[in-house]
């Protein structure tokens, strides 16, 4: 949550990166059942248009905004080579992603796993890398003592991650097989650096989470850093 001293803390980001996070937030939220969009408002030299952030293609450049009037849609493609401002309203849930770590994020109680549906979480990914690697692999999360709800959240993701990144990885015919030759098992914790070492036949990311999952390595990062020791 946010006060006013916590906004009078917030940092100035690039336009662009303010996207990235819309983006960030829209892909979450339109797997939801009730969808809760940012709405964003952008002026540019012929005024100000106003919305529900729907996408953005970093590639085209093109931000999709859009309303939903009598069962009708009003969509708008802005250029971001027009946009001079991006106004944003109902940040509440998300102020934490444009506050650089400094605004705590707060998880909804139901979004945090319990031990036995992180189990199952674990257990899904085991199965989803054997057939991907074709072999059997063990992944143990080091919780700690008494692991926060938020990292039992970020864990959630973290083995997301993991498991999108060696999927990513075993796309590539030489890197999958030096993995399969040379791993039996992946271990990952949180810790105040982003590390990947290997030792024996097991590999140990530590995830940063000092900015939340912003300081966290992205999945590409990720995967430099696996074949690096391989």
């Not at 662009?16 to 829209?26: F, Y």
């Not at 934490?96 to 674990?122: A, E, M, N, V, Y």
Request: hydrophobic residues 40%; proline residues 3%; aromatic residues 10%.
């Amino acid at each position: 949550m946010m006060d006013f001293k916590a906004m009078l803390q917030l940092p100035v980001l690039e336009t662009n990166e303010v996207l990235e996070i819309l983006q960030e937030v829209a892909d979450h939220e339109r797997k939801q059942e009730k969808p809760n969009m940012p709405k964003v408002s952008f002026s540019n030299t012929d005024g100000t248009i106003s919305g529900y952030f729907i996408n953005y293609d970093a590639d085209k450049r093109v931000v999709l905004i859009g309303n939903w009037y009598d069962n009708e849609a009003d969509l708008q493609y802005v250029s971001f080579h027009s946009i001079s401002c991006v106004m944003l309203q109902n940040v509440k849930d998300y102020v934490h992603l444009l506050s650089d770590g400094k605004i705590p994020f707060t998880p909804d109680p139901k979004d945090i796993p319990t031990q036995l549906q992180f189990k199952k979480d674990i257990k899904t990914a085991v199965l989803a890398i054997q057939e991907i690697l074709g072999k059997e692999i063990t992944i143990k999360f080091d919780a700690g003592e008494n692991p926060s709800d938020t990292e039992k959240f970020y864990a959630k993701k973290a083995i997301l991650l993991v498991q999108e990144t060696i999927s990513t990885l075993a796309e590539n015919k030489l890197a999958k097989e030096a993995f399969v030759e040379g791993i039996d098992a992946i271990a990952f914790n949180f810790s105040e650096k982003n590390t990947v070492t290997l030792n024996e036949r097991s590999f140990t990311i530590s995830f940063n989470l000092q900015k939340g999952w912003k300081s966290v390595l992205s999945k590409i990062q990720l995967q430099n850093e696996i074949e690096k020791n391989l």
